[in-house]
C-alpha cells in the first residue's frame, strides 16, 4: 500500500513564497507521474502541476512563471515551489501519485490528504 503525506502549506502575504512537499511511502512501488492539484472554496478542483518521471513538466497558465514543481527521486518526493504568490492562490493543494504498486506491479493512483494554502494580508 503506498501513502502519501503533504506538508508545507500554512498563511502567508501576497508576494511571499511557500514550498509544498510530497512524499510517498510504501513498498514496492514505483511513480510514473506526480501531480499537484488545488481546490479553491466554491471552485472545481484543478490541475497546478504535474511532472514525469522523466522530468517532464505541465503548469496551468495561472501560475507559469510562479511556481516550480520538482522531484526528488530518491526520496519519492514532489516539490512544490510557489513564488509571488496571490489571493486567488488560496486553496487546498494535493498531490496524486500515478505509478506502480505490489508485486504485480499493478497500476495505481493515490492520494494525498492535502495541505492548505491561504494568501492574505
Known sequence: QVQLVE???GLVQ???????????????????V??????APGKQRELVASIA?????????????RFTISRDNAKNTVYLQMNSLKAEDTAVY???M????????RYLEVWGQGTLVTVSS
Do not use: H
Request: proline content about 4%; overall charge positive; some cysteine.
Open 94 to 96: 494535493s498531490c496524486k
Open 14 to 32: 501576497p508576494g511571499q513564497s511557500l514550498r509544498l512537499s510530497c512524499a510517498a511511502s510504501g513498498s514496492s512501488f514505483s511513480i510514473n
Open 98 to 105: 500515478f505509478g506502480r504498486s505490489g508485486p504485480e506491479q
Open 7 to 9: 506538508s508545507g502549506g
Open 53 to 65: 518521471s522523466g522530468g517532464s513538466t505541465i503548469y496551468a497558465d495561472s501560475v507559469k512563471g
Open 34 to 39: 506526480m501531480t499537484w492539484y488545488r481546490q
